[in-house]
């Protein structure tokens, strides 16, 4: 069964950092992309980061570049999201997803989904 967990979402302050974790199983991770996407409150969910099944990744929101940083651990079935400098307009859900191989910042191309995990950025 195809499945993807995240975890490490939370409370922090401006400029704080937070790291949240996409676990997957069901599947073999190191022929998949595994994309980064945000929703926040009122608005449509967006692409944020995306690592490809070579190992290539690419951050879509200029507003996260030099912050944010997307790694693999096909070792470990894992996904990282390394999210430094955190202001409160990055308040959202933040949802992993799967597809074949190559990233997409378009969120129907992908098929699979995790539960989310609340980042909340606020003083």
């Known amino acids: 069964q195809l499945q993807l967990v995240e975890s490490g979402g939370g409370l922090v302050q401006p400029g704080g950092s937070l790291r949240l974790s996409c676990a997957t199983s069901g599947f073999t991770l190191d022929e998949t992309a595994i994309g980064w996407f945000r929703q926040a409150p009122g608005k449509e969910r967006e692409g944020v980061s995306c690592t490809s099944s070579s190992g290539g990744s690419t951050n879509w929101l200029d507003s996260v570049k030099g912050r944010f940083s997307i790694s693999r651990d096909n070792a470990k079935n894992t996904v990282y999201l390394q999210m430094n400098n955190l202001k409160p307009e990055d308040t959202a859900i933040y949802y992993c997803?799967?597809?074949?191989?190559?990233?997409?910042?378009?969120?129907?191309?992908?098929?699979?989904w995790g539960q989310g995990t609340q980042v909340t950025v606020s003083s």
């Open positions: 997803a799967a597809r074949e191989h190559y990233c997409s910042p378009y969120a129907y191309r992908f098929a699979s």
